[in-house]
């Protein structure tokens, strides 16, 4: 396994964003659209359930809260959907933002992991926690075991603390 100083790895956001046209009756935003945005970024943390959503106004600033059930969570989780102003440019008269309200962390993170780490030579990553959906410790990492094909481990870091990123892998300390 090739052994960096650092290796960096990025991931998409785990919100959504959507360009939308999508009002329904009474100036609110249709509630599949809503619970369809939701849906997507939930599950680049884990399989969901269900999601369920009040009606959310089709008006700039307008938010409302979501709640999740995913298949391997201990409990329901909050995700935040907000009417923002559209990308430049767009011909659309708002956006849609869902962004869960807490960090999270689960089983479909697990796979988008070792699929990038095999680029680098690993066969095989062990992280606790992505075995079911539940928030990022409080340190905001977890230590996992990085193994190569020659059998070599290095323990590497976790970290979940970028907003901006779903996750980075470091070397651990």
Request: include cysteine.
């Amino acid at each position: 396994m090739r052994r960096s100083a650092r290796w960096l790895v990025l991931l998409a956001l785990a919100s959504c964003k959507v360009d939308s046209s999508c009002q329904g009756a009474r100036g609110h935003v249709e509630n599949d659209v809503v619970k369809g945005l939701v849906r997507e970024a939930a599950q680049r943390i884990g399989a969901v359930l269900d999601v369920d959503c009040p009606e959310l106004r089709a008006e700039l600033g307008a938010t409302v809260r979501c709640m999740v059930d995913f298949h391997l969570g201990d409990r329901p989780y909050p995700y935040v959907v907000a009417v923002e102003p559209p990308d430049r440019g767009s011909k659309h008269r708002f956006a849609l933002n869902a962004t869960p309200q807490v960090r999270l962390m689960g089983p479909a993170m697990r796979a988008q992991i070792t699929d990038s780490m095999r680029q680098h030579g690993a066969v095989e990553v062990t992280c606790p926690g992505l075995d079911r959906v539940h928030p990022v410790p409080e340190a905001g990492f977890v230590t996992c075991t990085v193994r190569g094909a020659d059998g070599s481990e290095v323990q590497r870091r976790l970290d979940l603390t970028d907003r901006e990123v779903l996750w980075r892998l470091k070397p651990a300390e």
